[in-house]
């Protein structure tokens, strides 16, 4: 007789669909009277501390194409580098600033844009420094599975060079995709699901 496991298996994946944005995003959508506003849309206020930053930029296939129905959400840590968590033991973060957003990519261009603030450094595991970065999920139709990627800044270079989690990736060519390039107050990061200059992303 076969012994029945009684431990819960793991389901099978499947991709966010069409209807991703209607669930997450109903406003964006055009469903109104669910929310007041999509959550996540809005991650500061006139009180948040810190640098006001743009992050924007556009998802590509592995044809070059932009995709006009992904999802994106950020988390990042306040500008003191402490994150709005009852896990985060290390201070009190900026009641002021969320710590994450949500963001479904322009049905026109593509774009997807996040008005939030430049984060502070947090501790590695081992105590170490990480430089500034913010963390990102992006979903969309075909994707099985959450991708999850990371956002660091070009103008932390000396930061950038002592992060223990880019110090760790093998091939140094692959770091630039990482990388955002700022643009005034704003840092533009494409996000490459395939092909050349595909993004790097982490298994968590």
């Keep these: 007789m076969v012994q029945q496991l009684g431990f819960l298996k793991e389901t099978p994946s499947q991709t966010a669909g069409p209807y991703v944005h209607i ?20 991650m500061v206020n006139d009180k948040t501390l810190g640098e006001r930053i743009t992050i924007r930029g ?42 994450w957003g949500r963001c479904p990519t322009d049905m026109e261009t593509g774009e997807y844009v996040f008005e939030t603030i430049k984060p502070g450094q947090v501790p590695y595991k081992d105590g170490r420094l990480m430089a500034p970065h913010v963390s990102v999920w992006i979903v969309a139709r075909g994707i099985n599975i959450g991708l999850q990627t990371r956002i660091y800044f070009d103008d932390e270079k000396a930061a950038n060079d002592q992060d223990p989690i880019l110090m760790r990736i093998e091939h140094k060519n692959r770091v630039p995709t990482l990388i955002a390039k700022r643009d005034g107050s704003s840092y533009l990061f494409d996000i490459h699901l395939q092909g050349d200059k595909e993004t790097i992303f982490f298994d968590v």
């Design 58 to 99: 556009r998802v590509f296939d592995g044809t070059g194409t932009p995709l006009r129905d992904a999802l994106l959400e950020i988390w990042q840590p306040d500008s003191n580098g402490l994150y709005n968590s009852p896990s985060e033991l290390r201070g009190a973060a900026d009641p002021n600033f969320t710590g």
């Design 23 to 42: 669930g997450c995003t109903p406003n964006f959508s055009g469903i109104t009277g669910v929310y007041e506003a999509d959550l996540g849309v809005a």
